[in-house]
Every structure is written in structure tokens, then in C-alpha cells.
């Protein structure tokens, strides 16, 4: 099936929740792509973690066969974007590798935050928009209100919105006349020199990275050697194909096709997603456009519980960076938490999700430190410097300025709560742009926000003080001058360098006192006083003791009790290996985890 | 060989509300059945080589109430014991009563069977204390059995005392101390109350019936007592072992100096040849195991780690602390070898710990906190 009308590539796009991976199930079930054996509930969310949460967060690309009413046979590129705000870049070159994209909206909740923002994507892309209601049976559905906020939005007509149900099976076949009908096929020369996007990359522990590309121009074939433009490596192309459940091999890969390449490349990261491949033979004369090299925009000390772990969590991050080209790691150490990685992350949900796999996978205690963005300091020296990590923040005296990431969001909330999302602006420092009415009780605020400020609770703030109907959305970042500062907490006097943060002037001196109260909470009394303090410089802004332990022996101790008292102390032993020493005081584990939880 | 003898006698007329040893309601024909499996014990713990023609340096009957005993039961026990091992007449025999239990004849009895170490569990003077702890004896009753083993001529008795209760204050504590010291007693045994797991104290602890003081006013009441008994010529040899010159328990010491011990009965631990173990914490179990010829023992299966670990904890809890020599001589490694060097400077630094050449023994202040020292020094 070479030929390019009968191609069409598409994505799903939607707001989390509003039914994405279920109409793509509906899809696979109604082309018969895999037999019912093979249909797992959600197949395309594939590691244990996605399903959990319900999210996905590797895209996919799977060939659906369809035979229109038309009689032709089409063959169906369906690319599965990942859900979550963390990872915008990859959804954006996954939409770069189609012409379409079907756009789902939940006929009970209506167009949110992130409906609006992959639009926005896939409309940069030129796509063509294929608007769908689904779950019209629910019974709180609001079906035509939302197809009226469609075809506003979109300025189609109210019979360009396609109503479905992909539970129940209802219009699915409507939907896949639509792609046929309105979404075009791909245009590209097959002669040309070759052209593929790489629009994500998988891991094969057997084989490899596993990049899937979209071949823009030319030809792709088994046994080619291939060069990528962002590295100049070159590789030979041990096989393509496209994917099924599995992969299926094929000659040769031609434009306007989506498939997968083998080439025995080591790791995930040598193949950069929005990278372009061409031929070393006939090599195009420039890459596509649009690769952007990926930053991490979060960063956090990553420290086994117990010291010796430090090598088995070197070996657990390499195994995961084979797959996860967005992990960076570099060693540090701290004075209180021994050696470990200052680890960044595309965002909260990525760090989440790495400290989980490190835990489920394999079996690491990991203490984290409060994650924090990448600052800017400009030293009066004229020299500026990026700090990830608090430790290296220079003194006060050789700071000029300090600069942050900020990010422009959009909030999508019925109108009654716009008070709600003022007030929560105003706590995270948000500087308010503007108001849009999308019907009449529905509103979108654009604002900026310092991006450190809405990375870690914002989500849940902004959920529990709109009852749960507020979406968020914001792009990427851009660096602007704030009144920030370094607050150290001293235990004894000494700084507990793990337990330092980079905040907003305004902010310190509640989170230094909150979190010398959880800190008081949770170190246990011991021999000696304990002094901890919060500081700035050298003024200290709070101050807590945890009371030194006045009598700890047992009254008892006979012939029977020995045994019992010896265990105990083994254990307590045990546990001892789990405190972190620092100079004559033990700090538990969950002290550090504590900082962790004081709210913004 | 030398050996301690612990017997644990397992029967009580009443529960105690703190108390959380092994014990049955005291019943005449279980107290026989007992008797009789300990006969069989002692016999077949003889027969052990290990312990084959030892010699018995101390007896302690501990319980339970041993003063409910059965003279005759025990009088025949006894006589069973020295044609098994070799038991002078002058060690030291305690006995554990129960104040309102014990009568001069019993008294008597026990006296000519070479009991010479009454200990009185009379806990305090106050009747509201007395009361919280569900004790059946009166002050009356504890002034009247320390007037009968006066009479009787036993030089060497025990008191208990407790501190720490509910409610109590430390002019109540010192009240219930100047009232014990009138008794001049040779031995005071001045413990804390510990709550233990599964008491009904525990239970009216937990469900806030009633609060325990905090570790300020434990730490003035034990100060305080430490200091009244040291004005009337008692001295600490350990945390909660109180001593006229001469009167120190050869038995406890045992304990804590690592000496062998045989200990017979329900729930009674050994330790013979660096091996501890323990028996069944069940009379019925017991008798039933005995009766078929198997001693009811299980082993605790630690080695030379442990018996170090023990070594400092006990060590450190005596005002001796532990000689550098013997602890060198029973394991073959210096004792530094097994202490977390920091903590032992920090230990040392700070005053708690003190290393004299001899000895490596705690201060006073470390007394208080010895717990916590052994759980930072243990490397």
C-alpha cells in the first residue's frame, strides 16, 4: 500500500480524563488491528505506572487498516501523545508527524486548559482538526452546549462535530469516515533525500533505542546507512517497520509514512526527539524544523537512605536515562545526606514517576531533596551563573540580581471562581493578564506565574478552590528578575545543606517557620539540645529546640530480660543506619522528606 | 563450675496492674503438679555434662508470689536440689514476698530451710498508689513484715520501691522513701514504673485514663531518691540496685557480670556456656512437657556478636562499669574494637562516658541516659 492518498496519519488529543486511550481502544477493536485476546483494556498505556495513574506518558504509534465505504483500504497512523504538561515539547513533534488530529472534548466537562493548549499545538502544525463530543451518555452530558463551544472555538459547523460514545461504541464509525473525509493524506516525495522525524524513541533491552519516525521525504530501507542531523552519528538500519501489539518488519519505509527503525543505537538519549534522520548515500541539505534540545526544568538531590546504596542507585539511573532521554544526572554530595545525584526532571509528575520506578523497579529508598528550578544569578562581577542547586548559591555580597523562570498559564474555570483563582494568583505571586469568556459562565485567565511557584502544589490548590472544575495549562518557560533569596536551616548552628531552598524574600519566613516546626516535630529528642534555625545570611529569621532527652534507661534488667533488651537495641541498630549523622545529632530520614510537604 | 539458680515460681492470688511476668492463679493441685515437673526438671538439667557436679553460689525464688509456696513442696524440691549439686549452706537465698502473704511461721520455716534473703515487694507506702497498681498489702502489712524478718534475725533483706507512677509528685516519692529508710533495710531495689505492652496499666495508659509524669519529673524522682538513700549510706552499684555496703545481690550481679545461671520453672531464662535459653511461658505446657522427659527449653540461637553486645549493655549499667581486662579476656578483643569511635569521643567529650584505665563506665548524668549511650556506642 504505497500509495500516499490512502495514508492517513492522526493523533487524539484531549484534556486528561476526557477519554483519549478508550476511543483509541474503540479504533483498534473496530479495524480489527489486534484480536480481542490482544485488547487489553487501554492497550497503548503500556508501563504498569501509566496505567495506574491513567495517564499516558510515552507516545506511540500504531497502523490501523480501515475499509471505508468507500471500499478502499486505508492505512491509519494513529499517534498517541503523551497527557500531561511535562512533556508539551514531545506532544508537539508528535503532532508535527501528522496532518490531523481528532480533538476529544468530555460532553460533561466541556473544553479545558489542556484542550485549548494541544490545539494550540496542533494548530502550529497546521493540522486539521477533526472536533469530537465523546461520552454523550453520560447522564450529566452536556452534549450540544459543548459541540456550541466547539464550533465558537473552532468556527466549523455544528454537523462538523462528531458525537460519540467510545464506551459504548456509538459513532466510532462516523469518527473513522471523518479521518478518512477531513483529515488529508500526507504530501512528501519519495525520491527526494531522506527526511524522518524522530517524534519519540522507546527502549528495547535486546535491541536497543527504537526510535519511531515519521519519513517526511525519500526513502527509508532496511540496510541503509543512516545519519542524525542533531549528533552527525551514523548507524546502519538493521530494520524498519511499522508497529502492531508488536513491530512489524518491512522493506522499506516511504514519505508520508510513520514507522520504527532498529540501528543498534545504545540509548534512547542518541535519539532526540524532533531530531531528523537522513541518508549518508543521498543526504538532505538541511534537517526538518522545530528540534529544540530539551532542558530539564526541575531539579532535585536524589540520596540513598543508607549510604552503601549509593552504587546500586548509579546503576538504577543509568538503566533508566537508556530509556528516558530527559533524565539528566550528575553526582553531589552533601554534608548531611552523604553522596547521591542532583537529578533533573521535565517536571514534578517526571521526578514523580522516576522516584516510583527507582522504588518499584528497583528497589531503591530514596531521600529527595525540595526540587527547585534553575536560577539565573548575575554577579556584580558582570558573570553570570545558572544554580540547580541551592548549595552553590554565591553569597548575598557578589549577587546583582537573580533571575527566574516564569511561564505564561492559562486557567479554564466556570466563572463563579474566578475569585477562587485571583486569590490563589495572588499567594503564588502571579502577575494577571487577562479574561476571556468562553460561554457565558465558563472564563479563560491568562497569567504569568514564576514557574517555581506552580510546579509542586499548584495542581491540587487550584483543584480543591474550584471544586475540582479549574484546568491549568502553561508553555515554556522564560527567565525574568526576582526578589529571591537563599534560606539555610541550622541544626546546632550548622547548616543542614540538603535542607536549603532558593524562595521569594516574601515567602521565607513562613517556610523557614513552618518547616523548623515539622523539623521539631520530627527529630526525636536526643542526649543533647537541639537548636534548629531558620536563616538568611547570617540573620536568623525563626528559631525552634526539640528538648534534650532528660531520662532513657530501662528500670529493669534481669536474667529474663536480656535477650528482649539485646534484640531491641539490634533493631534500633538497624534503624541507625537509616539517620543521618550530623555532628552529634541524628536526623531521621522523614525530616528531610518533611520539607518536601510544607505548602508554598 | 559455679551457677546461679533462678526458680520461677508462677502462681498469684491477685494481678498486679504494671505486672508482666508469667503467672497463674495460685491453685493447691496445679501447685503440686508444678513441683512436681520441677523435680524433673532439676533432675534432668543435672544430667546435663555441661553443668554436671556445679556448684550453687546463689538461689533466687522469684515469680509469681513465692511466698504462697508450699513449705513442705519446697522442702522436699530443696532436698532434691543438693543431691543433684553441690549448695552451701551460707549462699545467698532470696526469696521474693509479698507483704501481705508473709507470716512469721512461714518466715520460720523458710529461715531453717537457709533462706536467709527476704525481699519485700512492698513498691510504696502510699495506700492511693498501692491501689493504682492493684497491690493487696497495706503499709501496715510492709512495716509488719520487715518488724518479722528483724525478729527472725535475717541480717540481709530487700525492699522494692516504684517510682514514676500517675499522678505522683516528688514529695510523695521522698514521703514513701523516709518511711522505708526508718525500716533501715540492707537492700533497695528503687526501679521506675515501666509500663509494659499488654497490662491493664497499659491499656487505662493508652486509652488516657491516666498519664504518666514526663521524663523531667522522672529525672528530679530518681535524682531525689538517689540522693536521700546516698545521705543514709546506701550507694548505686546499678541503675536501680540500691546497697548498704556488703549487701549488693550476689545473684544480679551474676547476671551482669556474665556468670553462668540455671533457671528452672515457666518463662525462666539460662545462660551456661555463653548459650542462653528459655523456657515456656506456660505452667500447663510445662508440666505436660516434663512429664514426658523433655526439658521445655528454647534456645537462643546468637553467638560471640551478641554476647558482646550484652557485655557493654549490662556493663555500662553498673556504677563498676565494664573492666577493659575481663571484657578482653572473655571475648579476646579490646572493647574499643566493638564502640562506635564518634560517639565514644562525643560520649567522652560531653561528660557521659567515662574511659578510666581500668574501667569504661558511665557518670551520673550518663546513668540517666545509659539507654540511649548503648544504642549510640554499639558499632
Known sequence: ?600 | MQLGLYVHFPFCTNTCSYCDFYKERYEQTLEKQFFHALRIETELAADDSAIQNAEIVSIFIGGGTPSLVNPDLFADWLSLLKRHFVVGDTIEFTIECNPESVTLTQMQVMRELCVNRPVFGIQSFNTDTLQLLDRKHNPFHSQRAIYYANALGFRNFGVDLIFGLPGQTSKMLAKDLDQLLDLNPPHISFYQLTVEEGTPLARRVANGEIALPDQELLLAMYRGGVEQMSDFGYHRYEVSSFAQPGFECKHNLRYWEGGDFLGLGPSAHSFIQDQRFANCADVHTYISSLQSGKLPRVIDKSGNEERMTEAIMLGLRMSQGISRSAFAKRFGVPIEEKLDREQFNILVESGHLIPDKGNLRLSDEGIYLADEITRRLIK
Open chain 1, 1 to 600: 500500500m504505497s500509495n500516499l492518498k490512502q495514508i492517513r496519519n492522526f493523533s487524539i488529543i484531549a484534556h486528561i480524563d476526557h477519554g483519549k486511550s478508550t476511543l483509541a481502544d474503540r479504533l483498534l477493536q473496530e479495524t480489527k488491528t489486534l484480536t480481542d485476546r490482544q485488547m487489553r483494556a487501554q492497550v497503548l498505556d503500556s508501563m504498569d505506572l501509566e496505567r495506574e495513574r491513567g495517564i499516558t506518558i510515552k507516545a506511540h504509534a500504531i497502523r490501523l487498516n480501515y475499509k471505508a465505504s468507500d471500499g478502499v483500504i486505508y492505512q491509519f497512523n494513529l499517534i498517541d501523545t503523551p497527557g500531561h504538561v511535562d512533556f508539551t515539547y514531545e506532544v508537539s513533534r508528535s503532532l508535527a508527524a501528522c496532518e490531523g488530529a481528532v480533538l476529544v472534548v468530555d460532553a460533561s466537562q466541556g473544553i479545558e486548559a489542556q484542550t485549548l493548549s494541544n490545539l494550540y499545538l496542533a494548530m502550529e502544525n497546521d493540522l486539521e482538526i477533526l472536533p469530537v463530543v465523546n461520552k454523550i451518555d453520560l447522564p450529566n452530558a452536556q452534549t450540544q452546549q459543548v459541540v456550541e463551544e466547539l464550533t465558537d472555538l473552532l468556527g466549523c459547523s455544528d454537523s462538523d462535530v462528531i458525537r460519540c460514545s467510545a464506551k459504548l461504541g456509538i459513532g466510532i464509525t462516523e469518527l473513522l469516515e471523518a479521518i478518512v473525509h477531513v483529515i488529508p493524506p500526507p504530501s512528501g516525495d519519495p525520491d527526494a533525500p531522506l527526511q524522518a522525524m524522530v517524534f519519540d524513541s522507546i527502549f528495547d533491552s535486546y535491541r536497543g533505542a527504537m526510535p519511531l519516525v515519521r519519513i517526511v521525504n525519500g526513502t527509508l530501507h532496511t540496510g541503509d546507512r543512516i545519519k542524525f542531523f542533531s549528533t552527525n552519528k551514523t548507524y546502519e538500519a538493521d530494520e524498519v517497520g511499522y508497529l502492531r501489539l508488536g513491530q512489524i518488519p518491512q522493506e522499506k519505509l516511504r514519505a508520508g509514512d510513520v514507522g520504527y527503525l532498529f540501528a543498534s543505537i545504545k540509548q534512547v538519549g542518541d535519539t532526540r526527539i524532533g531530531d531528523t534522520i537522513t541518508s549518508v548515500a543521498n543526504p538532505a541539505k538541511e534537517p526538518l524544523p522545530g528540534f529544540v534540545d530539551v532542558k530539564p526544568m526541575v531539579f532535585s538531590g536524589l540520596y540513598p537512605a543508607i549510604a552503601e546504596d549509593f552504587t546500586q542507585l548509579r546503576e538504577a539511573l543509568e538503566k533508566l536515562k537508556l530509556n528516558d532521554a530527559s533524565l539528566v544526572f550528575t553526582p553531589e554530595s552533601s554534608t548531611a545526606l552523604g553522596f547521591g545525584f542532583r537529578v533533573g526532571f521535565l517536571g514534578l509528575l517526571h521526578m514523580e514517576i522516576i522516584t516510583e520506578r527507582l522504588s518499584r523497579e528497583y528497589g531503591q529508598t530514596i531521600i529527595n531533596t525540595v526540587p527547585n528550578v534553575e536560577y539565573h544569578i548575575h554577579k556584580t562581577n558582570g558573570e553570570m551563573v545558572v544554580v540547580d542547586n541551592p548549595a552553590f548559591m554565591p553569597p548575598a555580597a557578589e549577587i546583582e540580581y537573580v533571575e527566574e523562570p516564569y511561564v505564561d498559564a492559562q486557567i479554564i474555570v466556570p466563572s463563579e471562581y474566578i475569585g477562587a483563582i485571583m486569590k490563589l494568583g495572588v499567594e503564588r505571586r502571579g502577575e494577571y493578564k487577562t479574561t476571556e469568556y468562553l460561554s457565558t459562565n465558563r472564563a479563560s485567565l491568562t497569567y504569568s506565574f514564576p514557574l517555581s511557584e506552580i510546579i509542586f502544589d499548584f495542581y491540587d490548590k487550584l483543584k480543591s478552590s474550584t471544586r475540582g472544575y479549574a484546568s491549568l495549562d502553561y508553555g515554556l518557560p522564560y527567565y525574568r528578575r526576582s526578589n529571591l533569596v537563599k534560606l539555610d536551616i541550622l541544626v546546632n548552628g550548622d547548616p543542614v545543606d540538603a535542607l536549603s531552598v532558593i524562595i521569594h524574600r516574601e515567602k521565607a519566613y513562613y517556610w523557614g517557620r513552618a518547616l523548623n516546626e515539622k523539623l521539631r516535630q520530627l527529630i526525636p529528642r536526643q542526649m543533647y539540645e537541639v537548636v534548629i534555625q531558620a536563616a538568611i545570611g547570617s540573620k536568623i529569621i525563626s528559631r525552634a529546640t526539640v528538648k534534650p532527652m532528660r531520662k532513657n534507661v530501662t528500670a529493669k534488667c534481669y536474667g529474663g530480660d536480656i535477650t528482649r533488651k539485646r534484640k531491641l537495641l539490634e533493631r534500633q541498630k538497624e534503624g541507625k543506619k537509616r539517620m543521618k549523622q550530623f555532628g552529634t545529632v541524628e536526623i531521621p530520614q522523614e525530616a528531610f522528606l518533611a520539607a518536601l510537604k510544607i505548602e508554598r
